[in-house]
């Protein structure tokens, strides 16, 4: 059996963590789905970015956009959605089957609204009507101000992908969002079936604190932050106010792991794929990650639902000097600035390219 059908069997979901026209046009998408137990799929600015910038697969479209009068974000925005609502109709027949808890695919609000909880909420709004798919999460980050924006957008029925999250307690404050958000639709009287995922980046942790650790623990701190996690997930799942929910037709927010790629060319390249094997959660892998791991990956033991001896690993960490709240508040203002120049950079590159194609514009 493949090792991406033995992550399948376990009950972990795969997710592809790219998107490119071409990856469509070329039907590789479809045989990742067909193939290598591929079931969803996630986007954000720097995907785009390179996808965009990466040759001339979209120059067409652009051009084709400009002439209708659009520029900038709603020339993006719509470049984006054709991509994903045909990722989308490829990945539909396994959200049917999985009565929606599968076959995702992920946009995300522009970055530059991080800290703006009213304009997340309409910018979620607008993607999600625009997209007119109903497997499409919006993402939004999981900030301090994008947790507002968060609660309010599950309220409004809107399916969301909280990223940028980087820690258990940056978790928790997402999982209530939900909770929250799902609570208020009960109150309501509304359909309580709302699809989100909560994505905890792991591989930033490592490259962010390798430096600071000795041999014996450096590639240690991602993994262990996950298993604390997935033992925050496994309780909140079993405690009294989910299974109220659960009992009234509410859908689990499912813990996703984001940033599973190995960036360190010293550490093996399936590292984190084999380590993170849970039940009820989902990888969104990078292409080559995933290419890798079906070569030659190998799933290690389960992840325990109690967090194995995460505590006890990060108890080694902490006095070996990482300060890990700090750092994990660090790593998701570094990870928003980082969307934030992305952003910049796509929406300079489609300008370009529009005035490349369309000089008297």
Do not use: C
């Not at 798919?133 to 968060?150: E, Y």
């Amino acid at each position: 059996m493949k090792p991406t059908r033995q992550l399948h069997e376990l009950g972990q979901s795969l997710w592809l963590d790219n998107i490119t026209r071409t990856l469509l046009d070329d039907g590789t998408l479809a045989r990742y789905i067909a193939e290598l137990s591929i079931t969803g799929l996630t986007s954000n600015p720097s995907i785009f970015d390179a996808a965009i910038g990466g040759g001339d697969a979209y120059d067409a479209a652009i051009h084709a956009k400009t002439l209708a009068g659009l520029d900038g974000e709603a020339l993006f925005t719509e470049l984006a959605l054709e991509d994903l609502r045909r990722a989308a109709d490829l990945l539909r027949p396994v959200f049917d089957a999985t009565d929606q808890a599968d076959g995702w695919v992920s946009m995300e609000i522009s970055p530059l609204l991080a800290a703006d909880t009213a304009g997340s909420v309409a910018a979620a709004v607008q993607i999600h009507d625009q997209a007119q798919r109903a497997n499409l999460f919006v993402k939004i980050p999981g900030t301090p101000q994008g947790v507002a924006a968060i609660e309010q957008a599950i309220f409004l029925g809107i399916p969301i992908n909280v990223t940028l999250l980087f820690s258990s307690t940056h978790y928790q404050a997402a999982a209530e969002a939900y909770l929250r958000g799902i609570e208020r639709r009960l109150a309501a009287g509304l359909d309580l079936r709302v699809g989100s995922v909560a994505s905890l980046f792991i591989s930033r942790w490592d490259v962010a604190a390798n430096p600071l650790l000795p041999a014996e623990l450096q590639h240690k701190l991602g993994i262990a932050v996950a298993r604390q996690t997935y033992r925050a997930y496994r309780e909140l799942l079993a405690s009294t106010r989910w299974q109220k929910l659960a009992a009234a037709g509410a859908k689990p927010q499912r813990l996703l792991w984001g940033s599973t790629g190995t960036k360190d060319p010293s550490a093996p390249d399936t590292l984190y794929v084999s380590a993170l094997g849970a039940p009820d959660t989902i990888d969104t892998i990078p292409e080559k990650t995933l290419l890798a791991f079906a070569d030659h990956g190998e799933l290690q033991d389960v992840m325990p639902a109690d967090g194995g001896d995460a505590e006890a690993v990060l108890s080694q960490i902490s006095r070996a000097g990482v300060d890990l709240e700090a750092l994990a508040a660090k790593l998701q203002q570094d990870g928003a600035q980082s969307f934030v120049k992305s952003w910049q950079q796509l929406l300079q590159r489609i300008a370009v390219k529009s005035g490349a194609r369309n000089p008297a514009h």
